[in-house]
């Protein structure tokens, strides 16, 4: 049987880099996968992506931490990067409930154990999903809940505004143990790897996927 046939995944952000990637695999995997963005036009672009490779996936437009005039950076980013991530895992947690097993992966970032220049609420609200990962893990325990969460290194497209710069980028991949930066691709199976049963015995766990770039707190 397929390594997560049985299985509806609900993947946020997920109409193009990192996200599409996850969503392309768990659906390869055998879940029935939902893909959301806040524009209709990014949902339907992307359905129709992998739709053409033969997927089954549907889609939704979904912005759950939206607030109209909002201008400061710090309250926009930890809006979308904290809030909306438990406000969301508080709408799909009861059906997990009825079905008396479920598997949470947040996407957190390196940012979150080593911050950037200039992105630094950015980092800051990545080191709050890596608190928020080990609570909802011993909350949801009880009700055979897994909650883990991801840490992308510099994938390309995901953050492009940093190596778009040929200097920056150079100087970022020779810290880089495999010398490259990370494809969308490379995230994509340790998501569906945390949400099979090999990992029934994972929970509260944050894997860096940073192509050995040393970022831990």
């Given amino acids: 049987m397929p390594l997560l046939s049985g299985k509806v995944a609900v993947v946020t952000a997920s109409t193009q880099g990192i996200g599409l990637a996850i969503a392309r695999r768990l659906a390869l995997d055998g879940a029935q996968v939902v893909i959301s963005s806040r524009k209709q036009a990014n949902v339907d672009r992307a359905l129709e992506e992998l739709h053409a490779e033969g997927l089954t996936i549907s889609g939704i437009v979904c912005h759950v931490g939206k607030r109209e005039d909002r201008e400061e950076a710090w309250d926009k980013t930890f809006e979308v990067n904290v809030k909306a991530v438990f406000l969301l895992t508080k709408l799909v947690v009861p059906h997990m409930e009825q079905r008396g097993r479920g598997s949470i992966v947040l996407v957190g970032s390196i940012a979150g154990y080593r911050p950037f220049p200039t992105i630094g609420p950015y980092g800051v609200s990545k080191t709050a999903l890596l608190g928020l990962t080990k ?23 995901f953050s492009s505004a940093l190596w778009s710069d040929d200097s920056f980028r150079r100087r970022f991949e020779a810290a880089i143990t495999l010398r490259r930066t990370g494809e969308p691709e490379d995230c994509a199976g340790v998501v569906s790897f945390l949400c099979s049963r090999d990992a029934a015995y994972i929970t509260g766990e944050t894997i860096t996927v940073a192509g050995g770039f040393h970022c831990r707190l």
Avoid: S, Y
């Fill in 135 to 157: 609570v909802l893990a011993d909350e949801l325990a009880p009700a055979n809940i897994r909650v883990n969460c991801l840490a992308p290194g510099l994938i390309t497209q």
